[in-house]
């Protein structure tokens, strides 16, 4: 892939209507450094998760943990307490050595190619809040589990495997709610034609459309989305301002008195406009809507509450073997939050990748099918010049090496799409 990125210095000929040359080298240009950045963060990894393999960091670290909760009065018999302090450190040193990758990718590269709306003060406010609210979820969810797996019986795996059904389930349904609203600004979209053509939509395909939100995309990223969520009679869309061409702040001038929030964010006016007009902003939200229509949804939460019931179940099986823990440095003792990340995340690794490969080829399937949906409810025309638009704001390289789009791609690549849409567009 990275040999296309190099050597496609051209636009070639089947792209010629939809992408003009120099959007296209600053995508290809875009994308080489993504693509750079990526394999050196990739190795970085790779050599750290390996080291502290060999050097025994987890056994350290949990021996370290036991220190600590020993000195707090909790001795070597309260292991949910020495589990959730090991859990703290680990976060945290993951945290604290990923940090400057992550300044990297935001200040650098995403800075120079003109995505980045964070300042460094905003960047370390949103990391330190992430980090305190992970946490709040992390550590009562983890000694939770643990409590129920040491209580469980030889039928602990299924008691594990619905409360964490349960748990994910709660956590979507709050996300939006509770948790997002924490990081970034929702407000509900204005009264006006926009809106009302939404909930006209949503209400010729049945779908029980309760609210619709813009959130402020852009006080971190000039990059576009949009989303729904909630179970049952109560579904809320949501789409980022950047998404909306008539309210995008990065295609506005600020205002007068507007110099408080530049403390925070930064305020960068575009030559060009960024963003769709209404009727493409329906069309991507009919490919969305077609997600919800056609069952993708239930379908993926079903297949992942399926494998997650077939890892806790090879867990069972597989936790009693002393040889597992004895094989990362743990001769004495065997504690059950160590044992789930040796099986789930070492020992299920080759399986890991084979599944994910799997959900790929099927997401793509769907995002065909969602299009499709698209294109039936008329919307074909103003979806292609969609997607094109986005592929510009999103600066995307739409030509890839097959076996690298096979592989990573879990939405199919553009002119694909783009194909699939042409008779109907033409039509």
């Given at each position: 892939?990275?040999?296309?990125?190099?050597t496609t210095t051209h636009v070639p000929r089947e792209l010629g209507q939809i992408m003009d040359s120099e959007t296209f080298e600053k995508s290809r240009l875009y994308q080489l450094d993504k693509s750079t950045f990526s394999f050196w963060s990739g190795l970085y990894s790779e050599v750290e998760g390996t080291m502290i393999l060999l050097c025994g960091g987890i056994p350290f670290l949990w021996n370290l943990s036991g220190q600590i909760s020993g000195r707090a009065g909790f001795g070597p018999e309260y292991e949910i307490v020495q589990s959730l302090v090991f859990l703290l450190l680990a976060t945290l040193f993951s945290a604290v050595t990923g940090l400057p990758w992550s300044l990297y990718n935001t200040f650098v590269i995403e800075e120079k190619h003109g995505f980045n709306q964070q300042t460094l003060g905003f960047f370390f406010k949103d990391a330190i809040k992430k980090f305190v609210v992970t946490q709040c979820i992390l550590l009562p969810v983890t000694s939770l589990l643990l409590y129920i797996i040491k209580i469980g019986g030889d039928y602990f795996f299924i008691y594990a495997w619905l409360f964490t059904l349960v748990v994910s389930l709660v956590l979507v349904t709050i996300y939006a709610d509770y948790i997002a609203p924490l990081f970034d600004k929702f407000i509900p979209l204005p009264e006006g034609e926009l809106k009302q053509q939404i909930e006209t939509m949503a209400k010729s395909i049945d779908f029980p459309l309760t609210k619709v939100y813009v959130v402020e995309g852009s006080k971190r990223s000039s990059h576009s989305n949009a989303y729904f969520y909630g179970f049952f009679k109560n579904k809320r869309i949501v789409l980022f301002d950047t998404l909306l061409e008539d309210y995008s702040a990065l295609n506005k001038e600020p205002a007068e008195g507007e110099d408080g929030e530049n403390e925070e964010t930064k305020s960068k006016t575009k030559n060009k406009k960024q963003g769709c007009k209404n009727e493409e902003v329906l069309a991507v939200l009919g490919h969305e809507l077609g997600h919800w229509k056609l069952g993708h949804t239930v379908k993926n939460i079903i297949i992942s509450q399926m494998n997650s019931f077939l890892c806790f179940f090879l867990f069972a099986v597989l936790i009693g073997r002393k040889e597992l823990f004895a094989a990362f440095g743990f001769y004495d003792t065997q504690p059950t939050l160590i044992g789930l990340m040796i099986i789930f995340q070492f020992i299920f690794s080759p399986y890991n990748e084979v599944l994910s490969f799997c959900l790929t080829v099927l997401s793509r399937r769907f995002e065909f099918q969602a299009d499709a949906f698209a294109k039936e409810l008329g919307?074909?025309?103003?979806?292609?010049?969609?997607?094109?638009?986005?592929?510009?704001?999103?600066?995307?390289?739409?030509?890839?090496?097959?076996?690298f789009s096979m592989w990573h791609y879990s939405h199919p690549p553009l002119l694909e799409r783009l194909q699939a849409l042409k008779d109907a567009k033409q039509e």
């Open positions: 892939q990275r040999r296309v990125y190099r919307k074909a025309k103003d979806l292609y010049s969609a997607l094109i638009k986005l592929n510009k704001d999103n600066l995307g390289f739409p030509v890839s090496d097959w076996i």
